[in-house]
């Protein structure tokens, strides 16, 4: 069967043409095929033609509007010179200045409750090669502490009972007396390197209360200046003996040493952020006493390095022995602090979408727009890198690179000198140098910026209330403030961008009792 399209009609050839060449229904056939296959080979040319011209007369209205490129710059190798870790370490050397005022009245109260009583005795005849000499010392009253001049000056009440024998006539008797003095001695106070209390007292005289007498044949007969001879011969060994047990009995250490590790212990500043303030102390200063009426001043500088991390609480080992205490006639009347807000890359790309992603630029009057349509961000050493993908005149992703810094102003990380990287550049430079001569990269530069303030506010309100008024130990209570925020840097990590802002402030220490 031929198909429809292809049947041909019936054709009715002149009668000679029969007659001459016979019957030729066959052949009339054969050709009228022949024709229809030509007629269908004709059309199927023609629709590819039709096809050809389509094709071409679209690549012609193309060439005519703006071209439309597809951008394809190398990225930025990803670096980093620092770890998250290294910066949480990065110490910054700072002296906490510590003020100190002792009141007399402190002293005078913490030598009364450890003096009381009998404090003195002697109960044998025969020691002392035989000095036929027996005493009894007792604390009357309270012993009153004064300074002056560099020096402390006591006076103690004494109640003293005495029994000596003489010889008379080759025959010993034994009389007692009893007296009441004060004893008034000068000491000047040091403290050794190695923390050792060293005190030197002199004898400063003595004052009767009560003379001493003793009873013969019914009568009282004054004695007292016997018992003076006695008295300034034995005041040097009993100034020799308060040294001695001063710097035998009072040990500074042993508190010493459990602040010093108080002091190194972390401080949990934000549960929030998970931020511990930590000091590593190095050396302790201390100026000489000062003795301003009834309170003694001196100044303590603890220096060292103070930080915060972030994550676990480090574990700190206790110190077993304290440094070098040292001298200095001035210490830096303020400390520091470095203060850590961390961004990550994703949450700061996040930042950067919502205000970007979707937003539409026009360049040169109109005849070119582009669309941002991605954005992230990553480390190159000191540099952040911006990948933007784009679509609209030109489409793709483009990278730039600026230098991250903390804006106290604003209390963001912010970027300067925000540019195309290199490869990107070149490529714009070819196929969109409207887009290097436009404003976009300004823009970006400008408007991005990632807000860390709210991190540095509560670091900074939790060192301020752990500055108030905060009993470290019993009978010392830290007070102080923070006066200055100051930017230092902003460090990439693998992670993260840390911004790092040292706290400047002051700290003052009141000692409650000693």
């Avoid at 009972?161 to 004060?182: C, H, N, P, R």
């Avoid at 609209?392 to 230098?403: K, P, V």
Wanted: with cysteine; proline share 4%; hydrophobic share 35%.
């Amino acid at each position: 069967m031929v198909p429809r399209r292809l049947r041909l009609s019936k054709v009715v050839l002149p009668r000679r043409y029969t007659e001459t060449h016979g019957d030729t229904r066959s052949d009339v056939g054969i050709a009228g095929m022949a024709q229809g296959s030509g007629f269908l080979l004709s059309q199927r040319y023609l629709g590819v033609s039709l096809c050809l011209l389509c094709v071409s007369l679209c690549l012609i209205l193309i060439s005519c509007q703006p071209s439309s490129n597809r951008l394809n710059p190398k990225a930025p190798k990803e670096v980093y010179n620092t770890t998250k870790m290294e910066v949480q370490n990065e110490r910054f050397l700072s002296t906490v200045h510590v003020p100190v005022s002792i009141t007399l009245n402190d002293i005078e109260h913490q030598i009364n409750a450890q003096v009381s009583g009998l404090i003195y005795e002697d109960n044998s005849l025969d020691d002392n090669n035989h000095d036929q000499f027996m005493t009894k010392v007792w604390k009357r009253g309270t012993i009153l502490v004064n300074a002056q001049d560099s020096l402390f000056h006591f006076t103690v009440p004494l109640r003293i009972w005495v029994k000596a024998g003489g010889s008379v006539l080759g025959f010993t008797q034994y009389k007692e007396t009893e007296f009441e003095i004060d004893l008034r001695f000068k000491t000047k106070f040091d403290l050794d390197r190695d923390w050792s209390v060293n005190t030197h007292t002199e004898a400063d005289g003595y004052g009767w209360v009560k003379r001493p007498t003793i009873s013969f044949v019914g009568l009282n007969i004054p004695i007292t200046n016997l018992v003076a001879r006695m008295i300034d011969k034995n005041l040097g060994s009993i100034t020799k003996t308060l040294d001695q047990q001063v710097r035998r009995n009072v040990d500074l250490r042993t508190p010493v040493l459990k602040a010093w590790n108080l002091l190194r212990e972390p401080y949990l500043l934000s549960d929030k952020y998970r931020t511990y303030l930590q000091v590593v102390p190095k050396r302790v200063l201390i100026t000489p006493l000062r003795f301003e009426g009834r309170v003694i001043r001196s100044t303590i500088g603890i220096e060292g390095y103070a930080l915060t991390t972030t994550g676990a609480k480090p574990a700190i080992k206790p110190a077993v022995s304290l440094p070098d205490l040292t001298v200095v006639s001035q210490v830096k009347d303020d400390f520091q602090i470095g203060l850590l807000s961390e961004a990550t890359y994703q949450e700061a790309a996040k930042l950067a979408a919502d205000e970007f992603v979707g937003k539409s630029f026009s360049f040169s009057e109109n005849r070119y727009s582009i669309t941002v349509t991605s954005m992230d961000m990553y480390g190159q050493n000191d540099n952040l890198i911006i990948k933007a993908g784009l679509k609209g005149t030109i489409s793709g992703d483009i990278y730039l690179s600026g230098r991250p810094y903390y804006d106290p102003k604003d209390q963001t990380i912010s970027l300067k000198d925000l540019k195309y990287d290199l490869d990107t550049r070149n490529i714009l430079q070819q196929s969109a140098s409207w887009l290097l001569k436009g404003t976009f990269a300004r823009t970006l530069e400008k408007q991005l910026t990632i807000p860390v303030g709210s991190q540095l506010a509560d670091m900074q309100k939790q060192i301020q209330e752990q500055l108030k008024n905060n009993q470290v130990i019993k009978g010392v209570v830290i007070n102080g403030r923070l006066d200055e925020i100051k930017p230092d840097q902003v460090y990439l990590t693998p992670t993260a961008m840390l911004a790092v802002v040292n706290a400047r402030g002051r700290v003052e220490v009141k000692v409650e009792g000693l």
